[in-house]
């Protein structure tokens, strides 16, 4: 029996949301008794039927910039919920005036925001100046639209009120958003996380977390979830605010905390790391060849790089030769992907990391990474909302523990 939750997406970047999810979302939620109720971006209102289950006496306001949201308490039935629906954009800075919503009065708020970047415009600026968020109009371009629904539902929220929401996983583990993790914790708390399956979205693998935020309410700890499968029993973890501003990723936390007291990085160690320049058309175009993801090896992790050489001037920096550790950056099995090189130089795609280990480090290093532990820790630091990835300040903070066993 197939149990993957069924949903789709469409043009605007919206991944629907099943049943399954919708009701663990709404399930998490500590609040009793809302009495008013917000689904920004509501598509074809799973979320409010989910919440309908739990409060049916509670209003209901939806807004969808192209679905008509209808809610029924029973199924081919003309009984519907106390709710009135907007069809309107989400993303419009003016949308609470526009729909005659006060501010801070809505009790609880619902949310699957797009998994969007949006070309912003000066109103978007001002908007997220007045919310306290930007401090200069040049940051607005990196924001994406989960950032602005966010900002919009905690605008409506009264304090107390809580949001649920369902949140694309560069916005739970990407450095980008680092900064937005500590605007929401300064005055509000996250109280859990829960990491969903790559296939929570049926058809496409994308990883998402439903988050939980109290808005006002300052708490020092956030409950960490992970569910392998829809129906998994959850397993929980729980950190502290100053945790949660680095990272909401429960694989990287859980790795963290049992990770051996004696260890270095390979920042402190002196370790260089460097991506390579050219991108895959480009590795395609050069008349040199040029060390990709596809050039390593699945039965091998030493590698002579003769066949590549490439006779460049002295300090390219995006060559790889002799005693150098080669390890890709994105896509999938990124830790089955490690390679050190035995002989010879290439050119490096922007797609793999030249390590440069300082050389009494450098035979502890490589085992360490080629280890079962070793690829474990890389796994945890690994995140991306589609194409999997690992930043460079990622790697470069990678522990390594003082094991014996891992012989300099």
């Given at each position: 029996m197939?149990?993957?939750?069924?949903?789709?997406?469409?043009?605007?970047?919206?991944?629907?949301?099943?049943?399954?999810v919708s009701d663990i979302l709404v399930a998490s939620l500590s609040i009793k008794n809302p009495q008013f109720i917000l689904d920004l971006g509501s598509g074809d209102g799973s979320l409010s039927k989910a919440a309908g289950k739990r409060w049916g006496r509670a209003k209901y306001i939806t807004v969808d910039i192209k679905k008509n949201t209808c809610l029924k308490k029973k199924c081919n039935t003309k009984i519907s919920f106390d709710h009135k629906h907007y069809l309107a954009d989400a993303l419009d800075p003016l949308l609470i005036d526009n729909i005659g919503l006060t501010p801070e009065t809505v009790d609880l708020a619902i949310c699957n925001p797009p998994f969007i970047k949006y070309e912003w415009t000066d109103t978007h600026k001002d908007f997220l100046i007045n919310a306290g968020y930007l401090a200069n109009y040049k940051a607005v371009d990196k924001i994406s639209a989960e950032v602005i629904f966010i900002i919009q539902n905690l605008v409506s929220l009264k304090r107390g009120g809580q949001l649920g929401l369902i949140i694309p996983d560069?916005?739970?583990?990407?450095?980008?958003?680092?900064?937005?993790?500590?605007?929401?914790?300064?005055?509000?708390?996250?109280d859990k996380v829960i990491k969903l399956p790559r296939n929570a979205f049926k058809g496409i693998n994308i990883q998402s977390h439903i988050m939980i935020i109290t808005k006002g309410n300052c708490r020092n700890s956030i409950t960490l979830v992970e569910l392998e499968t829809i129906n998994d029993k959850s397993k929980e973890i729980v950190i502290s605010k100053e945790q949660a501003i680095q990272s909401l990723n429960y694989s990287y936390h859980k790795q963290n905390s049992i990770i051996p007291s004696e260890?270095?990085?390979?920042?402190?160690i002196g370790a260089s790391v460097t991506r390579g320049k050219y991108n895959s058309k480009q590795c395609k175009d050069l008349s040199m060849k040029v060390f990709h993801t596809t050039d390593f090896k699945s039965n091998s992790y030493y590698f002579d790089i003769t066949p590549f050489n490439s006779y460049l001037e002295k300090g390219i920096h995006s060559e790889a030769e002799e005693g150098d550790i080669l390890l890709a950056r994105v896509g999938r099995n990124i830790t089955k992907k490690i390679c050190i090189v035995t002989n010879g130089k290439a050119l490096i795609s922007d797609c793999v990391y030249r390590l440069r280990i300082p050389v009494e480090w450098r035979s502890r290093v490589f085992k360490y990474l080629i280890s079962d532990d070793g690829k474990?820790?890389?796994?945890?630091?690994?995140?991306?909302?589609?194409?999997?990835?690992?930043?460079?300040?990622?790697?470069?903070?990678?522990?390594?523990?003082?094991?014996?066993?891992?012989?300099?």
């Open positions: 197939n149990l993957a939750p069924k949903s789709y997406t469409d043009p605007f970047g919206r991944y629907y949301t099943s049943a399954c560069s916005f739970v583990s990407g450095e980008r958003n680092k900064g937005f993790r500590e605007y929401i914790l300064k005055s509000n708390s996250i260890t270095t990085t390979l920042k402190n474990t820790a890389l796994s945890s630091r690994v995140h991306g909302t589609g194409a999997m990835y690992l930043s460079m300040q990622m790697l470069m903070e990678l522990p390594i523990p003082h094991d014996e066993g891992l012989d300099k």
